[in-house]
């Protein structure tokens, strides 16, 4: 049979209180996920005995259970009992297990510690080198529609530093020779400016034949993983979302949008500094987030004030009495001011309506201005229309934007046609 | 009947593949527990529709399932019609929610969005202050035993900032009151520059008979909730973790460090100006996280380049060369360079070793010096060296530190004593 579902069971009356998060369901979903497995479920229970109800539960929808703790010396440790009792087997004593035991604990092994070195009939025991409970494993028995099924278990305790001795040295090896998914792949992608509703719908308008994906929405981007298949598959999927909703909004890898701009900088030896206005910082520390940026960032005007604008950065009084302080004249300005003053290779400049107040038919909230100056290219600026969920969404948005743009402007591709394919911002 | 046994039940398909960790499970089961209920079981599973297996499978055991997650618009958030489907009801539109929801987004309403008003025939939304999808709860009818029985069911967002404020202003209270707490009060503080554990010690230190308290962490302060017992003794309570961790971090109500300040400058008609250097915006991008901050925000120098402190805020060359960029000269010059050239009320200067680089037995990684200047003060700075959990750990509570240190110097108190009494930073 194939070994594909599995439930993960664990124990402990101290998670049900909430007294301590449980670490250990993340930890093996994560794992099993990539060997291709599906989790389908993660259940925490007290140490009550509600184990056998669920665990019975579970049977017609799983092919593997996996449970942890339980297996200690006190009595409301009955994850042996019930295991026993679902595979209708008994309780038995592992004569090797004793052995081991005694020679660690000594005569301190009768009484309630002799639990320990019980398991359910026709199953093996798993060593334990961190601690005195072994684990075990075996088979429970189990009829599904008439038809005879068996399901694959393996019980270990639950302290974190016996458990992740026990999965990564045992559990988890004998689990990837199981799976036989030796080539099961995927691969990461970081994806910008696109709200979580809409990725969705690119995806499976951009959905190849047999590739699973899933996003996980951050702070600043959502990340896309795209699993099965060929390398080249998933990236002509990754192409084909892209296609969908914009160029320059899909990146492979795990990162940030301001690690793109980041990158190009120190690759290419080449100083920035900033003008902010809307965003009152964000580029900024976003870009002072990395480590080493003193080599590449000189520093930044928050110019929100208009009269900031006019210090800071020698705006023209008569630009934001004749375009305001939103416009492409202003931005230019902006940029080219802080350029100067700084002697950067490189400027941007942002400002915009955030909200939520401000907003007028003309400029409505979420209308931001970004300008772009540099010592070897003409300025350049280009106006963004960002769809307001609140003022938060729309400063993180503008600031992301503010990143993908300088890279563009950088690589001299026309920020126009780049902003025109961004569908969904 | 009585309402004893709770089950709750976590979706997402990014927790059963292991790519985050739960953390609702564990806050919801410390809450109930307090409160006396029986948490029999914390359930993930996937966006699949496996939600529908297990709610029915825990029927029989429980008398509340609380859900969150799966209340989004995209095709495989499904908790709403799998409660309609449990309960043998339809789904039904609730034109309040609807009307609500075209305020926020308007036209997008259509299409997928659309869904998230919709809810089982006979239950009623909860509102959702902080994002698009409502919550909802309501009874699903069950029969045990031949008996008509009557389960309580409530349904909240996954999105943490949206999920705690539906529980804690609306799940929990009810959930108090059903539970026979007629008394139940509970208070809630924000605390600043306390590591989780130190916190822990202290609450432990500081307890009172017959209170209860919680911590949840958030980006820039831990929330602290007592409850039990009277509004007296909480407080009383709270004066002695204070006592404790230091003066001043301990605040009533659910506010960040930089609320106190700009309460404090609006209340009293002040504006402000930043010259940050090792925070790199990070003050001026959380003043300008408010609505309305430019009535009393003038804009910063994002000084981080020691060119870019002597250019933007004219510190002399002499001071970098003699005491560092990293000095109390340096901050006072920083703070008075600001303030006189946006001509604002008072101004903030930071300048520290953020790390992981840059440090010396000197000068190390965390050390943080801060000036203040006003047009009715002396300038002051003040030295405070922050234990190192990381860049973004430092440059996170360095901002915390300028806006609660802000606070103090215009309130006429010392700094030094201030500084002295923080245990923990």
Known sequence: MDYTNVSLFIIGTELTRGIIADRHGQLMANELTHLGYHVNRIVIVPDDGTLGTVLRQCLQESDIVILTGGLGPTSDDMTRSLVASIAQVELVKDEQSYQDLYKRIGDRINGSNSRQVYFPKGFRPIINPKGTAPGFTGIIPFEKNEKKCEILCYAMPGPPVEMHEMFYKRVLPELALLSGHQDYERDEFSTFLIPESKLEEACALGAEEGLQWGTRVQEYRISLY????????????????????????????????????????????????????????????????????????????????????????????????????????????????????????????????????????????????????????????????????????????????????????????????????????
């Open 226 to 425: 795209i699993s099965g298949g060929s390398k080249e598959r998933r990236l002509s999927m990754k192409q084909h979302i892209e296609a969908i909703v914009g160029i320059g909004l899909v990146e492979e890898g795990d990162l940030e949008a301001v690690d793109i701009l980041s990158r190009y900088l120190e690759d290419h030896h080449l100083t920035i500094s900033c003008a902010e206005s809307c965003t009152g910082g964000l580029v900024s520390k976003l870009l002072t987030d990395r480590p080493g940026s003193s080599k590449w960032f000189w520093g930044s005007a928050v110019s929100y004030a208009n009269d900031a604008k006019m210090d800071m950065l020698h705006v023209d009084k008569s630009i934001i009495d004749t375009d305001g302080a939103v416009s492409a004249r202003c931005v230019e300005a902006m940029a080219e001011g802080i350029r100067r003053q700084s002697d950067s290779d490189c400027a941007i400049a942002i400002s915009g309506i955030a909200g939520p107040d401000g907003g007028t038919d003309e400029k409505p909230v979420g209308l931001i201005w970004f300008g772009f100056a540099s010592k070897t290219q003409p300025v350049v600026s280009v106006k963004v229309k960002i769809s307001s969920f609140g003022r938060a969404s729309v400063r993180r948005r503008a600031a992301v934007a503010a990143c993908l743009l300088a890279f563009s402007y950088l690589n001299g591709i026309d920020l126009l046609d780049r902003v025109r394919s961004w569908q969904y911002i």
